[in-house]
């Protein structure tokens, strides 16, 4: 996948003022944006519009779960806002799945992911849902659902990735969250991976947040990032 753009800079803030603060600090050129539930919640599709007409493409970080037809019309009215990428929940089922994918028109740019195993989840969290085996197995079957059902791609572990690619059409697109640097805080994250090696696994796109939104410097950790994937430091 030779899309120049790997990292999806997570824009977790409460506030909207923070958040695009830290876009007048970053250059579109070299990362996307991922705006999450608390962002939108507070301030809804205007902060999108926002972001987008400022050259920032966006990945809209929903998760939306629901039954078929309400998921539809979530999918169809964030490709109105003209988001680069949007998810669901795979665990919302086949038909679910398939309601999402018909709603994108077939020339529409817009990527639809699904979600599969949440990277703060342990085997044990999982098997207190009723899940039984480890979180790759989990990933394993969500994702192949999500392919069956034309999805772009998942969000998934860096500890899948390879498993994955081996299972999974070669254009099937990986989004891999709990990316950490060399030498930085993992935080809530209990399945991490560094840049370059997520990479190297097979990832396609990295999503970044606290070690790039908490630096002192953002750009500047942004550029040390992208010089640590081209193996330059």
Not at 15 to 31: G, N, Q, R
Not at 59 to 77: C, E, R
Not at 79 to 104: C, E, P, Q, T
Not at 149 to 164: F, T, Y
């Amino acid at each position: 996948m030779n899309d120049p753009k790997k990292i999806i800079v997570a824009l977790d803030y409460s506030s909207e003022k923070s958040a695009l603060h830290l876009l007048s600090l970053l250059d579109p050129t070299f990362c996307r944006v991922k705006i999450g539930k608390e962002l939108f919640t507070r301030y809804g599709p205007d902060l999108v519009r926002k972001i987008t007409h400022s050259g920032f493409e966006v990945f809209l970080d929903l998760k939306f779960h629901d039954i078929p037809n309400t998921v539809a019309g979530a999918i169809s009215a964030a490709a109105d806002l003209g988001v680069w990428m949007v998810n669901v929940h795979a665990a919302g089922g086949r038909s679910m799945l398939a309601a999402a994918r018909k709603v994108i028109p077939e020339k529409m740019p817009i990527k639809l992911v699904a979600v599969t195993v949440l990277t703060s989840l342990s085997p044990l969290d999982l098997q207190e849902t009723g899940v039984i085996g480890l979180p790759e197995q989990q990933v394993l079957r969500l994702a192949g659902m999500a392919a069956d059902c034309g999805l772009d791609g998942v969000v998934c572990s860096a500890n899948e990735i390879e498993s994955l690619r081996l299972n999974l059409p070669t254009k099937f697109l990986l989004v891999t969250p709990g990316i950490r640097p060399l030498g930085d805080n993992p935080g809530d994250q209990k399945r991490i991976e560094t840049p370059a090696r997520a990479l190297a696994k097979g990832s396609d796109y990295l999503v970044i947040g606290r070690p790039i939104t908490q630096a002192s410097d953002p750009s500047q950790k942004l550029q040390e990032i992208l010089l640590e994937i081209q193996g330059k430091i």
